[in-house]
């Protein structure tokens, strides 16, 4: 007497026989153990069967009329969806040979005619048992990946944070030893230039008054007047120490821009003009700006609104600053080298644009360059940790990266729309806050 299965789950059978009593006997003693049982009398109603619904395990006559069981099996096993289906042969046939094309065309189990009713349901649940637990490990292995996947993710951000912190640590000791040391002689020079102005106006002024004094000069007097060029250099001496002056202003300038460029505020958010960071970023890149042998000068278009300070840690918007208008200058230099060099007709232009939408309480920052411009097909990969269009050697892809990390550090967006062989626009929305997370 069998005993009754009551843990069957309802799976779904298919039996394939071209005997009926066969089927018979088989979808009986089957459903009387709680499995739902489907019949096929040929090989094309057992495709078609597992091809509209596929059962958990097919029950495969191997001698029948047009499709025998081997062909039937093989069809199964092409077949993307019906590929993973358990198919257990049950045959007459008892040679070795027979049972070993049955595994080698996808079988999982061989049950020789005349059958054990109690071999039939222990081979069936045997399969259905292997099936349920193959799935589960899928389902693990599934999820164990998805884990490590995360994990990697997150590795990569925490390694993008740790090169981000060191680069800017190293760029902020290098730039504020740099600053010192123009600081130092730049001194010298700002406080004893305007004793130096002091003292030429007095020398010129005195020397026109022995010209007054003493209108008739000695020959010796008249000929190293002439030597010297004394009327070109009493007109030209205070030109050269106004430009002394300029250039001293510029230097200064230059200073207190890398000073804000690396200020370190790391522990705590400040309050902070954006502007000012453009600004410094700006006049750190400004060698980068003017033409070289290949292209001409770019012109950086300034689309300026008042904006309200901004809590932020300034020294990391700098760094996205620095990193969107670099690939900016990048992206025309790459224009002007792929169309053979400049021409006098060609513009190259940077466009920032600062705006404050007051209604939604946020600062946007838009910087356009009229480069080449990023393909589509990569356009959602740009932010991608280590991916870069530039030749070896030239890029890390690391910039975009660390920027958007940044700003998604600020609760902002950093978003990228480009327009092949016309332009991109890098655009950052940065919301107004009272405090921002560590």
């Known amino acids: 007497m069998l005993i009754v299965n009551n843990n069957t789950d309802s799976k779904n059978l298919l039996i394939v026989d071209d005997t009926p009593d066969n089927i018979r006997l088989l979808s009986t003693m089957l459903a009387e153990q709680g499995y739902k049982v489907r019949k096929a009398l040929n090989g094309e109603m057992a495709l078609n069967s597992c091809q509209a619904d596929p059962p958990d395990l097919v029950i495969l006559d191997i001698k029948m009329p047009d499709l025998d069981g081997y062909t039937v099996c093989e069809r199964l096993k092409l077949n993307p969806e019906t590929a993973e289906i358990p198919v257990v042969f049950i045959s007459a046939l008892d040679d070795v040979i027979d049972k070993v094309k049955a595994f080698q065309v996808g079988g999982v189990d061989y049950i020789s005619k005349p059958f054990q009713c109690e071999e039939v349901l222990a081979r069936v649940r045997s399969q259905l048992t292997i099936r349920e637990l193959t799935f589960k490990l899928e389902q693990k292995v599934e999820a164990r990946t998805a884990a490590l996947l995360g994990a990697f993710e997150s590795l990569q951000h925490t390694q993008l944070q740790l090169v981000q912190s060191e680069k800017m640590a190293t760029l902020g000791q290098l730039i504020a030893g740099i600053a010192h040391e123009i600081n130092n002689p730049l001194g010298f020079i700002t406080n004893n230039l305007a004793f130096a102005q002091e003292g030429v106006q007095s020398l010129m002024d005195h020397l026109q008054l022995y010209k007054r004094e003493y209108p008739q000069p000695t020959e010796a007097i008249i000929d190293h007047s002439e030597t010297i060029d004394l009327e070109y250099v009493l007109e030209d001496l205070p030109n050269i120490l106004d430009s002394i002056k300029i250039g001293s202003d510029r230097i200064q300038q230059l200073s207190v821009s890398l000073r804000k460029f690396s200020r370190k505020n790391n522990d705590q958010p400040v309050e902070s003009d954006l502007h000012d960071g453009l600004e410094s970023t700006l006049l750190i890149l400004k060698h980068r700006l003017k033409s070289n042998g290949n292209r001409g000068a770019?012109?950086?278009?300034?689309?300026?609104?008042?904006?309200?300070?901004?809590?932020?840690?300034?020294?990391?918007?700098?760094?996205?600053?620095?990193?969107?208008?670099?690939?900016?200058?990048?992206?025309?230099?790459?224009?002007?080298?792929?169309?053979?060099?400049?021409?006098?007709?060609?513009?190259?232009?940077?466009?920032?644009?600062?705006?404050?939408?007051?209604?939604?309480?946020?600062?946007?920052?838009?910087?356009?360059?009229?480069?080449?411009?990023?393909?589509?097909?990569?356009?959602?990969?740009?932010f991608d940790y280590q991916f870069t269009t530039k030749p070896a050697g030239k890029g890390t892809g690391l910039g975009l990266a660390i920027a958007h990390q940044i700003i998604q550090r600020h609760d902002g967006l950093l978003e990228c729309h480009s327009i092949p062989q016309q332009k991109t626009t890098f655009t950052i929305c940065l919301p107004i806050k009272n405090h921002i997370d560590s």
């Open 298 to 382: 770019i012109e950086i278009r300034k689309e300026y609104q008042e904006l309200p300070q901004i809590l932020c840690y300034p020294e990391q918007l700098n760094q996205v600053f620095m990193n969107l208008l670099a690939n900016s200058i990048d992206a025309l230099d790459e224009r002007c080298e792929k169309n053979g060099g400049h021409s006098s007709e060609e513009s190259y232009s940077i466009t920032i644009a600062t705006e404050f939408i007051s209604d939604r309480s946020l600062i946007q920052i838009r910087v356009t360059d009229n480069g080449l411009g990023i393909p589509e097909d990569i356009q959602s990969q740009i």
